[in-house]
């Protein structure tokens, strides 16, 4: 293939963002913008390959172990299932490369407009990037370029840890053993999700946490009943230490806490870290594109434009509050849209909705109630447990709760934050919600299915007028 | 009046009743001395911009949302 130096659009990264940005701006243009698109690595970035699709992958497997050894209903003996490791794993990585065949590498195919480069893109100048690649490096010009490098784990300076080892999230898939004992440090969300699951295939996990609560950022009783339900599967949480040192003794990994109650050790067979992540801006030379940015991302408005206004960016390499595959691939499509539909498109972050894949599921959409507050209106909220939905009693899954946040004035649906099971499935209520001002009181005139869990977005509606113990079933 | 000559990149053109049609909206839209290459998917026009802010060629009806084309305003001289 021969391909061009000058391109209508040059992309940096190949990931969600990336590719959305591309397939968009070749459908408005009728495939005739040509397109370069530049990075490293397994086509797809970090949700295919090493994020959303093995986590759930994952997860699901580890589900059914745990309600094989955990049955819901009585007269169903528990049984133990014989776990193949290295079998799970293999199949895992397998079903990874199945998604990024089908939905990044044969889709490209389609698109005779794009054309890819392997290699680390940095900027020349305004209109220039290099493309480094083995020692070779070759110069590709743009008129427009959209920034979507992604982000990586953030790994905490810690004295031994580089050389004791530790996993990430990038590498976690490529065990085929499962260790006996793991410590998770920092324990985010997507080491919350990686936990549950190795404990349910019968890791132990402990999850090491400066902070006191399991999850900063979310609904603070939500945060505390999510920690709650993994304890009582097994997990074990170390809150409020610090890690000191990482050292290796006896082929172990000797892990170094300090509290306000003294020095511990913990001897563990694994450590994965899961401090969150920041994005790719190093090496990019942004300075010399006229792109600013900070150690939290690209400084972009809410069209995605950066202080280049021939220059975007999109998914986690933005500042911005949330880091996930369906914004990415969002913000792409809207930065293509505005270069080349004339619009001007606009990333609204309170009607993005997201999700962490426990079981129970968390999700949510637009503000907390404290995050509501702050911004100078007032609140009014209703907390429901989900053992109050009938469904979920049927399902003999009663450990969740559903929260509503509400404008005290006008009654229109701020924010709602689930914890339940399939709460993933259908926050996208709430996004709507948001989106058109609905109040509490429009979704109460909607019938919901009965029984469904998603009935309890509903029963949290109607618990700011009513006494949800003195409602029949269906109630309106 | 001042004239302005503004070079445009133009998408979606297929065939000469494409560059008709991009030419005679770019007419429709105010523009003078237009030319539109089907080959290099580019135009050129002039534009009065007291009438008309040169940036705006690639908002007019023929690059519209609802168009089959669109535009990029590349250059203003």
Redesign the interface.
Known sequence: MILKSEYDLVILGRGAAAFSAAIKASEITAGQASIAMIGFGPLGGTCVNVGCVPSKYLIEAAKVVHNQSHPRYPGIDSIKPAINSGKIMGSLRDAVKEERVNKYENVLKSYGNIDIYEGRARFLDKSTVIVDNNGDSEKLNGYNFIIATGSSTKIPHIEGLEDTGYLTSNTVWDLNNLPGKLAILGGGFIGLEIGQSLERLGTEVTVIKEHDTVAPGIEEEIGAKLMEILKSEGMEFRTGKKVMRVFSRNGKKIIETQSRRGKEEMEVDEILVSSGRIPNVAGLDLEKAGVEYSSKGIFTDETMKTTNPLIYAAGDVVDQRYKLETLAAGEGSIAASNIYAGTEKKVNLQLVPWAVFTEPQFASVGYTESGYNQTGRKSITRTVPLDLVPKARILREEHGIFKMVVDSETEKIVGIHVLSPNAAEFIIEGVYAIRYGLTFRDLIENSHIFPTVAEGIKLTAQSFTRDLSRMSCCME | MVSKKVTM?V????CDDCVRTVSDGLKDGGATEIFVSLKD?TASAVVDDSRMKPEDL??IPV???KS?Y?A?V?KVE
């Open positions: 990149r998408f979606g053109m297929t998917g690639s908002k690059f519209g949302e089959h669109k990029q590349r």
